[in-house]
């Protein structure tokens, strides 16, 4: 799982709030509760999983107001979205997050984060070969957990 990104709370409130003047809109009470309650996550969620966390904690935001947000938190990277294959998004804080891979176990939907040392040098090799210059990114791979080929084995 991916580390607190409490510290990053506050800078995170300032690219928001900066990217909502831009757009002449207003970093409403709803906005700024939506955003702390966010950073209390940890790994992925989706609209509908913080929903519910939201509505478990008290915290009232309309279900309009938070897409509305998620995407707009997405297109100010505050958060990127993940396709895990399960039919809705997944959310997941990009600030200060360091470049990962998702195993997506295709059977129980379960995902995994990991780091790889290894996998991260031949991408900055290939980048540099390439002239290219990594900004971020993030590797998702499916197949077959450990746990869940456990579980088929005992059918
Ligand atoms: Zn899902
Ligand atoms: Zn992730």
Do not use: W
Request: aromatic letters at 10%; glycine letters at 6%.
């Amino acid at each position: 799982m991916s580390e607190p990104n409490d510290n990053h709370l506050p800078e995170a409130r300032g690219i928001y709030s900066d990217f909502l003047k831009k757009n002449k809109m207003f970093f409403t009470k709803e906005r700024t509760q939506l955003l702390d309650f966010i950073f209390e996550q940890k790994g992925h969620f989706s609209a509908d999983e913080l929903m519910f966390e939201m509505q478990k904690a008290d915290v009232k935001v309309s279900r309009a107001t938070l897409y509305r947000s998620l995407s707009q938190m997405v297109e100010a990277g505050i958060l990127s979205e993940s396709d895990f294959g399960h039919g809705h998004t997944h959310y997941e804080i990009a600030i200060g997050s360091k470049p990962h891979v998702h195993l997506i176990c295709t059977d129980s939907g379960d995902v995994r984060e990991v780091h790889s040392q290894k996998l991260e040098e031949a991408l900055n090799d290939l980048a540099r070969k390439e002239g290219f210059k990594i900004k971020r990114y993030k590797i998702q791979v499916f197949g077959v957990s450990k746990s869940s080929r456990k579980e088929a084995a005992k059918l």
